[in-house]
């Protein structure tokens, strides 16, 4: 098979188990499988928003028990990396890129119309829970843009105009698959 | 008879609607009873004619681009399975572009020609010929081929890679070494890190490997940043391909030597970029700098030694393994030799990859490549090498893209990106977003870097709002300063050279008010 027939990567709702569905033995799981790697924190941090959707402030005591690191080195790590999220998101997971390449591309237009459509700012999730909005610093798609990101797909040369009907889309397989 | 069709796979062809250009050409061919294979090629770096559809002719690989999902079936009427050069979108044989003729790809030879994950056809392209040469020579005779090369860190500081690969081997032998891929390509307007990773995946491990023969590591990270997950999957993919092949595992190329790579993913950082940085986020740490000395290269992951290398500088070693340094060397100009990855980018007409020797002029890249900019109106500044580094104004764009050439103009390389700008920027806006950047990115070591980057924001605010102006331009110019020689690393210590630059070239705007928001 071709890696890129990406048919496992199409968009629509991830399925991300809704607040305090998860469980110790989950945080358990993930950490023994990861522990015995050089440097195994990160890997365990991906690992665990992967499978829960974020890092539960729950995981921490567990994780640094494991590990043998004190909590406040555990949290020290988690808040250091913009990647990491304590708190669920929305159902969809949306990146709009903030940087120089696509600013030039009518990118600081496209911030403005993009909290106005959804109401929300940068780090909030829309009062229905759909979509919770992100800075990004770049996606590599810098000839291509203004770009941004829902859930696992990279969208290019985006306009306020895309980016509605690609809402209205998000929004409606949501509620079909409901 | 069978077609063979190509769409490619990397992140930009996918942006703009390949995979579904792709389902399209399957259903129109089923419908048409066309036996056709297609292929997942890589991307050949034209961007503005992704998503390139391809189709292998007795001429050669006849393109048509940019198709837009949608398009197929007018395409296909149109005779695209038969390479029919009725239609506007057809441009004829590919490999005739005049964007890639005028290009020196060494690098980037098989980008966009081959299917990325798959190995035969990696080394029908002269894939592991390096790899091979490199395992009949002593570690010493490896490191001296990259010191004939000339080859200079990628990644932004241009250090000599074959002095710092010399560094590690001289390292006594009975420890850990390691080899580390700086792949976390945070700067705005670059893409060729993830170029390699995503179309020519085999050509790094190849690099690496053979890195870690000449310096005695036995084990590699590739530091991928988080928003790379495509570069992350295809990396895993040909890693498991490449132990299966026996080109990475306990015995490399059948020589006795042992090679293993792991992909790691970063978090979100910017400043995991910075080698020291990154070499504490691998360790599971917070991405805080470490001051130098120790180098990496002396006490590097884990306290042992590492050679720590930008994936371009990794890139271009299979290269230089198959056809000697000294070839290598005979490209690009003064201490900048061999070829240099140009990201064009931003508001340009045909952004993309132009792989050329170092000394090309800026002016020739924005005008015989970028054909203008995107919008059509005059480009006013361009910023090269990334977000810490200066905007240029027309006056400079005749310097030659030489590592020395541009650090006499306070400017820089870095990483080879370069983002256009047309007419309608602020450039006042430009340098408010540095110090903001900045503001967000610091990994809050040192003083003037955290707390000047959020003085720089409000200071620059005060300067636009037309407050006290002229005392807050000498603040602005004492900050920059400040921030320059007081910082431990780049990020502060360069973060003020795109606002000096404004300062110095585009006063006008950095006075002028804000602009009114549009509602
Ligand atoms: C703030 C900052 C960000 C950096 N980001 C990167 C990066 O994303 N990729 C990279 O290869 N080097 C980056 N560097 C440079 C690295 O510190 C280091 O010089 C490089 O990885 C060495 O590899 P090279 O010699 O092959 O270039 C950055 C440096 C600084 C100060
Ligand atoms: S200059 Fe900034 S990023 Fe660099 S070490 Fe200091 S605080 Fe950290
Ligand atoms: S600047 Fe937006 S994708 Fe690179
Ligand atoms: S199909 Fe090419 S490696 Fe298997």
């Known amino acids: 098979m071709h890696m890129s027939e990406r048919a496992d990567h199409k968009t629509a709702a991830m399925p991300v188990p809704a607040a305090g569905d998860w469980s110790p033995d989950m945080i358990r799981q993930e950490v023994a499988s990861l522990q015995h790697e050089p440097g195994p924190l990160l890997p365990i941090l991906h690992a665990i928003?992967?499978?829960?959707?974020?890092v539960p402030e729950g995981a921490v005591p567990i994780i640094a028990e494991m590990l043998q690191q004190t909590r406040a080195e555990i949290h020290g790590v988690i808040s250091f990396y913009h990647?990491?999220?304590?708190?669920?998101?929305g159902s969809n997971l949306l990146e709009v890129c903030r940087a120089e390449a696509c600013q030039a591309r009518g990118g600081r237009a496209l911030e403005r119309h993009v909290q106005k459509k959804l109401g929300v700012g940068y780090h909030e999730t829309t009062t229905d829970n759909e979509v919770s909005l992100e800075p990004v610093y770049c996606l590599g798609n810098c000839a291509c843009g203004p770009s941004i990101r829902v859930n696992d797909e990279i969208i290019g040369r985006v306009t306020p105009q895309k980016f509605d009907e690609l809402v209205d889309k998000l929004t409606t397989s949501v509620l079909q698959l409901k | 008879m069978t077609i063979t069709i190509y769409v490619p796979c990397d992140t930009t062809a996918l942006s703009l609607g390949a995979d579904r250009v792709a389902q399209e050409l399957q259903v129109a061919a089923a419908e048409l009873n066309k036996d056709i294979r297609l292929v997942r090629n890589g991307s050949r770096g034209l961007f503005w004619l992704e998503p390139l559809v391809e189709v292998q002719t007795p001429y050669g690989r006849v393109a048509y681009g940019p198709v837009e999902p949608?398009?197929?079936k007018e395409l296909v009427a149109a005779g695209l399975f038969e390479g029919n050069p009725d239609h506007a979108l057809y441009l004829g044989d590919i490999a005739q572009h005049p964007y890639l003729q005028r290009q020196q790809r060494l690098t980037f030879a098989r980008i966009g020609i081959t299917d990325p994950v798959c190995i035969e056809?990696?080394?029908?392209h002269g894939g592991f010929a390096g790899l091979k040469n490199a395992a009949a020579l002593?570690?010493?005779?490896?490191?001296?081929?990259?010191?004939?090369s000339g080859l200079r860190g990628r990644g932004g500081a241009a250090f000599p890679a074959g002095i710092k690969w010399q560094t590690v081997l001289d390292e006594p032998h009975d420890q850990q070494k390691y080899v580390v891929c700086n792949a976390d390509e945070g700067d705005s307007g670059t893409f060729a890190d993830r170029l390699v990773m995503e179309c020519d995946p085999y050509m790094l491990i190849e690099g690496m490997t053979i890195a870690g023969l000449a310096v005695g590591a036995t084990l590699g990270f590739i530091y991928v940043r988080s928003e790379y997950l495509l570069s992350r999957k295809m990396l895993d993919e040909a890693i498991r391909r490449a132990e299966e092949h026996g080109y990475l595992g306990d015995n490399v190329c059948g020589n006795g030597r042992a090679f293993r790579l792991e992909v790691r993913l970063g978090a979100g950082a910017y400043i995991c970029g910075e080698e020291t940085s990154l070499l504490e986020s691998l360790e599971g740490k917070r991405g805080l700098v470490r001051s130098k000395p120790p180098l990496p290269a002396i006490k590097g992951?884990?306290?042992?030694p590492t050679v720590v290398n930008n994936v371009l500088s990794l890139a271009a070693v299979p290269y230089i393994m198959a056809h000697g340094g000294k070839t290598y060397a005979d490209y690009?100009?003064?201490?900048?030799?061999?070829?240099?990855?140009?990201?064009?980018?931003g508001n340009i007409k045909q952004g993309g990859l132009i792989e050329l020797a170092f000394g090309v002029t800026l002016r020739k890249v924005l005008e015989d490549f970028g054909d203008g900019s995107f919008t059509g109106r005059p480009i006013k500044a361009v910023q090269v090498g990334g977000p810490l580094m200066a905007y240029l104004p027309e006056s400079q764009w005749d310097t030659p893209m030489d590592y020395e050439?541009?650090?006499k103009l306070g400017a820089g390389i870095g990483h080879g990106g370069v983002v256009v700008f047309d007419d309608t920027v602020d450039m006042g806006e430009q340098a408010r977003f540095a110090m903001e950047f900045c503001a967000v990115e610091s990994c809050g070591k040192c003083t003037p870097c955290r707390i000047g980057s959020v003085r720089g924001v409000e200071v620059i605010d005060r300067i636009r709002a037309g407050d006290n102006r002229d005392n807050n331009l000498v603040l602005l110019e004492e900050l920059c300063e400040t921030m320059v020689d007081g910082s431990l690393c780049a990020m502060g210590g360069m973060t003020p050279f795109p606002v000096q630059s404004v300062m110095k070239h585009f006063p006008e705007d950095l006075m002028a008010s804000p602009r009114p928001v549009e509602a």
């Not at chain 1, 928003?49 to 974020?54: D, H, M, S, T």
């Not at chain 2, 002593?138 to 004939?148: L, S």
């Open chain 2, 301 to 304: 992951l884990f306290g042992q």
């Open chain 2, 405 to 407: 050439a541009f650090a």
């Open chain 1, 83 to 89: 990647h990491f999220r304590t708190r669920p998101a």
């Open chain 2, 70 to 72: 949608g398009q197929v």
């Open chain 2, 138 to 148: 002593t570690p010493q005779g490896i490191v001296d081929e990259i010191k004939a």
């Open chain 1, 49 to 54: 928003q992967a499978r829960i959707g974020y």
């Open chain 2, 332 to 345: 690009g100009m003064g201490r900048s030799l061999g070829t240099l990855p140009i990201q064009l980018a």
């Open chain 2, 121 to 124: 056809d990696y080394i029908a």
